[in-house]
């Protein structure tokens, strides 16, 4: 998820967090533009302890942590803050004398000269504040902005951003007058009290309170600005002298009370977690709690719960470093990691180009001209230092576009889908040493079953079908890839965490990237962890995305192959019955697929040789059939010149049907016209045949009906055929037709308009049919409408 695409309100809220310290920052640098050139005493008070403030009180002999017993000879035991500002001197050189406590008891007097602040006093009390604030306020704001909106930036991002404020609010002092600045100071304490709490509930994994009671931050932050009120009023009011102590240590209580939740729940999960991923994370974020916040509590509490400073109270905060970095370590992990290249490249080009520098001095001071000299070859030299630069912290990354090449090279090879998932499955090896890794497509997507290639492991076939699983699922509905420590921390995978991991065993895999065409997940690219044990980083991940791609490419290929294959076929197929101009109508509309069996209204065709037995019992086989191919050809041309369609040649006899496949309106009209064509082409081949003494003559037959028309048979031997009575009646006609004798019947004549001539052949008496059949002669077309193709 990018921040862009964050809520309205998401987007307020980081806002407002990260505006929480910079108008810490402004009241800051507000408060110094105010006091720099004014009087200063040289020293501030934390209750009723004195930290020096200058370099000179320093000289003086102020340590801070001291106890203050005296301000000026005035006691200050049991006196408010307010009181005690009454008893500073802040004339231009006068003095301050303090008696104070030492730490092993001692009693002695500080004498302190008021002079006016400079930024320089400023910077030696304050610089170090505001460079810690920053840093952890960075911190926050980088590690959200790589993993916006997630649980644990969120905590992060409201830890450090109240770090930070706690940090310049310390900056004001805690006797400033504006009261404001000291509000903001306070909250910005009830706030660490608070954003410590959030952290323990988000880190090392989010506590399942927070996913069942997300308000509950709600109740943390509450508690936290109910604390600050408490000092606030304790601290900076007189009337509420009696909350100065119970809120002076409430802060400091709570603070130890959320220090204690974290660091027993890490411990647990260091020592208990049942996933190892969650129990690393534990250890590793107990060792910064340990080093970075139990440091700061014990001392926050002895200050502020028992009154007993130990160190400067501007030097305990310094301590969170080690907590802050490993929380940005867990939450932007990955992207740490990915930096690693960058910072080897900066380094290395920063030491080359120093040296160069340095050598280009001594040039210049011995022979300006040799810089000149030294550029020439450095021209040449520095494209291939460039290269080995890159090869040298990840020589194999240097290698990518090559492997790439070659992966594609293959897929582009292959020949079937399951070469290409092989390619695909070899290329985590080839490019990033995975040790294992799995490739599939989903069923569906290149027919009903799923296509699986496995390299390092076994193919993964189970009791359930991949799609099935609720990782896939996942990764189908995000469309993007999917980590195994991602499952294992990120809340919201929280309800589906098991059945995530007993895929990941299935697949041998920590990672599992999508393979998607079109906006569609279609299968998946499962990776084992590598051989060197390091994580898969963002050029690795560029990588095999590029070479997933590859491979739908060349997947759409191989179908777009066997369609084509397909294609051919089907159209060899159709061409045994259909003309061309029928043929493209047909694939136009999906081809052969589309034919399915249907009940229509056809007109049927029969045509039937006389004298055929007669003349294939008298002359050599070889002479039949070359007599049919010659007879064959000719009437091949009518049937497609008028758009039929023939269902069969019989030795001697064929059937050809109009209007199907395709729509023909004057389908009638066009089997006459045919059946007309082929007569008039029976004279020349009658005459042919009679130079070679055979008496051959052909009679046909029409006939219009409905019938059911689509393939019989079986795959590799099938024929379209028209079944019905409509073709028992056209065969009957054709075989009672004498020679160059077209039958029709009455339907027929009656489609027929009147240019066509047509005379009664009576009643004729067929084999088949119980009542006698009408039927007509057709001697002439007339003066016809044109056919339509």
């Not at 301590?319 to 929380?327: I, Y």
């Not at 994580?535 to 590859?550: G, K, N, R």
């Not at 037995?613 to 049919?628: I, K, N, Q, R």
Request: aromatic share 8%.
């Amino acid at each position: 998820m990018r921040f862009r695409d964050g809520t309205i309100r998401q987007q307020a809220l980081f806002a407002a967090l990260v505006g929480s310290y910079l108008v810490g920052l402004l009241i800051a640098v507000d408060d110094k533009l105010e006091r720099v050139g004014q009087p200063d005493a040289g020293w501030m008070l934390d209750g009723y302890h004195a930290y020096p403030m200058r370099w000179d009180a320093v000289v003086d002999g102020l340590v801070g942590g001291e106890r203050v017993l005296q301000i000026n000879g005035n006691e200050l035991q049991g006196k408010s803050p307010r009181m005690v500002r009454q008893y500073q001197r802040m004339a231009i050189d006068e003095v301050n004398v303090l008696r104070v406590q030492r730490p092993g008891g001692a009693v002695g007097e500080v004498s302190i000269r008021v002079r006016p602040l400079t930024w320089k006093d400023v910077f030696f009390a304050e610089g170090s504040h505001v460079a810690l604030g920053t840093l952890f306020v960075a911190v926050g704001v980088g590690s959200f902005l790589l993993r916006p909106y997630a649980a644990g930036s969120w905590a992060l991002l409201a830890l450090c951003c109240s770090i930070g404020g706690v940090l310049i609010g310390q900056l004001l002092g805690v006797g400033a007058e504006n009261w404001g600045r000291a509000l903001y100071f306070r909250l910005m304490v009830g706030f660490v009290c608070s954003a410590s709490f959030h952290t323990g509930l988000a880190f090392p994994v989010i506590h399942p309170l927070l996913l069942r009671r997300p308000r509950i931050v709600l109740l943390v932050y509450g508690a936290g600005a109910a604390v600050a009120v408490l000092q606030f009023l304790g601290w900076y009011t007189d009337w509420a002298g009696p909350l100065r102590h119970f809120g002076g240590g409430l802060d400091a209580s709570l603070l130890l009370i959320a220090g204690l939740f974290f660091i027993g729940r890490c411990s647990l999960l260091a020592l208990r977690a049942p996933d190892p991923l969650i129990a690393q994370r534990g250890r590793i974020v107990l060792v910064g709690v340990l080093f970075g916040v139990t440091p700061l509590v014990i001392l926050n509490f002895m200050r502020g719960a028992l009154d007993l400073p130990v160190i400067d109270v501007r030097l305990e905060s310094w301590s969170l470093t080690a907590l802050l970095g490993v929380l940005g370590y867990l939450t932007v992990r990955h992207d740490l990691l990915n930096a690693r290249i960058a910072v080897r490249r900066a380094v290395l080009y920063g030491v080359v180009v120093g040296v160069l520098t340095l050598l280009a001095i001594l040039l210049v001071a011995v022979r300006p001209y040799a810089v000149a000299a030294l550029l020439l070859p450095l021209l040449y030299w520095w494209p291939r230092f460039d290269g080995r630069l890159n090869a040298w912290p990840y020589p194999k990354r240097v290698r990518f576009p090559d492997i790439i090449r070659a992966i594609g090279n293959e897929m582009s090879a292959s020949a079937t889908v399951e070469a290409v998932l092989a390619v695909l499955a070899q290329a985590p090896e080839r490019l990033c040493d995975a040790r294992s890794s799995v490739a599939f497509l989903l069923p569906g997507v290149v027919g009903p079953e799923e296509h699986i290639s496995a390299v390092g492991v076994s193919v993964p076939r189970g009791e359930r079908c991949l799609a099935d699983e609720a990782l896939v699922q996942l990764m189908i509905t995000t469309r993007r890839e999917i980590r195994r420590d991602h499952i294992a921390v990120e809340p919201q995978y929280a309800k589906i965490q098991q059945e995530c991991y007993a895929c990941f065993d299935r697949l041998r895999a920590d990672l599992l990237l999508p393979v998607v065409r079109d906006t569609r997940v279609i299968g998946g690219l499962a990776i084992g962890p590598r051989i060197t044990g390091d994580v898969y980083e963002v050029p690795e991940l560029d990588a095999l995305s590029t070479v997933v791609q590859q491979a739908v490419q060349a997947i759409i290929r191989v179908e777009a192959t066997e369609r084509l294959r397909r294609r051919e076929i089907e159209f060899a197929d159709l061409k045994r019955f259909f003309p061309p101009q029928i043929i493209d109508q047909v694939m136009a509309k999906g081809g052969a697929a589309e034919l399915r069996s249907q009940r229509k209204l056809v007109t049927v065709f029969f045509a039937d040789l006389r004298g055929f037995t007669s003349f294939s019992d008298s002359v050599e086989p070889e002479e039949v059939m070359a007599t049919l191919a010659e007879y064959h050809t000719a009437m091949g041309r009518r049937i497609a010149e008028f758009a039929g369609t023939l269902e069969r040649f019989a030795g001697d006899g064929f059937m050809v049907f109009f209007n199907d496949p395709v729509d023909q309106p004057d389908h009638v009209e066009r089997a006459v016209r045919m059946a007309l064509a082929m007569r008039t082409d029976m004279p020349r081949l009658r005459d042919a045949w009679l130079r070679k003494g055979y008496r051959i003559d052909v009679g046909m037959g029409i006939h219009s009906g409905y019938a059911t028309c689509g393939f019989v048979g079986y795959e590799g031997r099938r024929d379209y055929a028209v079944i019905g009575n409509v073709t028992n009646l056209a065969a009957r006609l054709s075989g009672a037709a004498a020679g160059g004798e077209i039958l029709i019947t009455a339907r027929v004549r009656g489609e027929l308009h009147d240019g066509y001539v047509t005379e009664p052949a009576g009643e004729l008496d067929l084999k088949g049919f119980h009542q006698p059949q009408p039927a007509f002669r057709v001697l002439d077309a007339g003066h016809p409408r044109r056919a339509t193709a």
